[in-house]
């Protein structure tokens, strides 16, 4: 293996997933816990924590935005 591939596979969508995927992503950085590696749970189901389930489909749009260190920080949630 010469290289890692960098490209994005947002650059495939059209511009109405790649609009959708980027407000997405926008919405859910906020959310992001980086020290903890998952996305905190929002539902007021009791003491702020974090939330698997919504961390591990973060972790897809990572993968998928693939910018900076988003592979890194998708490997630490998986």
Do not use: C, P, Q
Not at 5 to 30: G, P, Q
């Amino acid at each position: 293996m010469t290289g890692m591939v960098t490209s994005s596979y947002v650059d495939s969508l059209s511009e109405n997933a790649k609009e959708h995927l980027t407000a997405n992503m926008e919405w859910t950085n906020t959310y992001y816990d980086r020290n903890a590696g998952y996305l905190y749970d929002l539902s007021g189901a009791g003491a702020l924590g974090h939330e698997n389930r919504s961390s591990a489909r973060y972790a897809f749009g990572l993968l998928a935005r693939n910018n900076g260190k988003d592979v890194t920080e998708a490997e630490k949630i998986i």
